[in-house]
């Protein structure tokens, strides 16, 4: 698995599955800890709320998303309309998964900052985050298979295209507040990669939904 910048950190959600043995080669030999996971959203005010995350914990077997290859239909979900329910169902169903879920509390507005307590367990010391930059066709932002370890970290993080839509920032594709349209699809297939951020090709004026540099602060305070 590929990491997303080489700032470091993160952590994952709250559920509680057993470490099998077919796990235990994987194990960091640590018990159960828990984290505080704070997101900033770093995009300029007015432009970009990121969707509600999903955060999942699991073990380096687990492959969430990774740039270079094709978004899983659970990850085009979240990057084309923030809808986590397939994600956390898809990943629910795996041994390699300790906890999949939504975090609460909505949308984090440019500027603002959310925060979300998460546990990790021996294998399961991996975090990934998929959340969705509201007024693109399929941006995205998070991170991709972090350890957890040590008392936390701190990441900025980049947006990601999730290859699933066509980047045609025309209004009747686009769910966020700009525009209100969920579901509805510009089919591409192409793979995860840089975002190239608001290009001004449809309705979305750069000057007021565009963004440069990382989208997301990600810090991680371990709390047990």
């Not at 525009?179 to 090709?201: D, K, S, T, Y």
Request: aromatic share 4%; hydrophobic share 40%; with cysteine.
């Amino acid at each position: 698995m590929r990491k997303l910048l080489v700032l470091a950190g993160a952590a994952a959600l709250v559920a509680a599955l057993a470490v099998t043995p077919a796990l235990a080669d994987d194990d960091d030999g640590g018990g159960g800890r828990t984290w505080k996971v704070t997101i900033t959203n770093l995009t300029p005010a007015g432009s970009q709320p990121l969707s509600p995350p999903l955060l999942a914990v699991h073990t380096k077997r687990a492959d969430v998303w990774s740039v270079g290859e094709i978004a899983s239909h659970g990850v085009a979900a979240i990057a084309e309309d923030a809808n986590t329910a397939p994600l956390v169902s898809a990943l629910s169903q795996l041994d390699s998964v300790k906890s999949a879920a939504t975090g609460g509390g909505g949308p984090i507005m440019p500027g603002a900052s959310a925060s979300y307590a998460v546990e990790s367990w021996g294998p399961f010391n991996r975090l990934s985050i998929v959340s969705m930059l509201v007024n693109t066709n399929d941006a995205f932002t998070g991170l991709d298979s972090l350890r957890l370890g040590g008392r936390g970290d701190a990441v900025e993080v980049m947006a990601y295209d999730g290859g699933s839509e066509v980047n045609n920032e025309l209004k009747g594709y686009i769910p966020g507040p700009c525009c209100g349209n969920l579901f509805v699809r510009a089919p591409e297939g192409a793979l995860i990669g840089p975002h190239e951020g608001i290009a001004g090709r449809g309705d979305l004026s750069p000057a007021t939904y565009g963004w440069t540099g990382p989208v997301a602060r990600i810090t991680v305070e371990r709390t047990r």
